[in-house]
């Protein structure tokens, strides 16, 4: 079973500039989070999807990041303009259901490092 | 609000048995998770309690005691291997996985 995709691995940006993200989720996992991890912290959840619904964004900087999940498939996060304190890795997971109900068990892709110079 | 508190390092000998505790304070409660991630990898799953007691998989254990709102992680026969950082992480009444701060576990020869 192939796991959860992310791409790019490693991306170097001018503050103020524009990067995305793309996540495709292990087949058939009907929700999607996004997570922003700072070296040394635990991941911190920006968006979850079910389908291609928002269930929560409550942490997510509107004003400069955004994501979209088309077709309750692959999804995008973007960040526009870029701030230093955007560099982290950003992880994308996927679970059969809303939050692994049965076994809290999320499955994560190796994560897009950023960094924002 | 939701928070969870881990010991920042821990540090053990191969062979040895570590424990890795986990306080949290949430609104509603669904249950407790932990992760592995060593690292420049991803987090991966080892464990889910969402009810009081001992779940065993293998040389790691994870507790639950919801009275308490306390868990621990228990590794035994320690290998180089596991170290790594560890996370406990919670499902409240918002439905989000929130992870605590991670317990850096270093094994030592």
């Known amino acids: 079973e192939a796991g959860v995709a992310q791409s790019p691995r490693y991306k170097i940006i001018e503050k103020r500039q524009s990067v995305a993200f793309w996540c495709n989720p292990i087949s058939g996992h009907a929700t999607l989070y996004w997570y922003q991890q700072i070296l040394g912290q635990g991941p911190k959840l920006l968006i979850q999807f079910q389908n291609n619904g928002v269930v929560d964004d409550s942490q997510l900087p509107k004003d400069r990041f955004s994501a979209e999940r088309l077709k309750g498939v692959d999804s995008t996060l973007k960040i526009q303009p870029a701030k230093l304190e955007d560099s982290a890795v950003y992880l994308c997971?996927?679970?059969?259901?809303?939050?692994?109900?049965?076994?809290?068990?999320?499955?994560f892709g190796e994560g897009s490092r950023l960094t924002v110079l | 609000g939701q928070s969870l508190e881990q010991p920042s390092e821990v540090t053990a000998v191969e062979g040895a048995i570590v424990q890795i505790n986990c306080t949290y304070q949430t609104s509603g409660f669904y249950g407790l998770s932990w992760y592995q991630q060593h690292d420049g990898g991803a987090p991966t799953f080892l464990s889910y309690n969402a009810l009081d007691g001992l779940e065993e998989t293998g040389r790691f254990s994870s507790f639950l005691s919801r009275s308490d709102s306390y868990g621990y992680l228990l590794l035994q026969e320690l290998q180089m291997k596991d170290s790594a950082s560890y996370f406990c992480a919670v499902r409240g009444a918002t439905n989000k996985l929130i992870f605590g701060t991670g317990t850096l576990l270093a094994v030592q020869p």
């Open positions: 997971a996927s679970s059969l259901e809303g939050g692994g109900y049965d076994t809290g068990e999320l499955f």
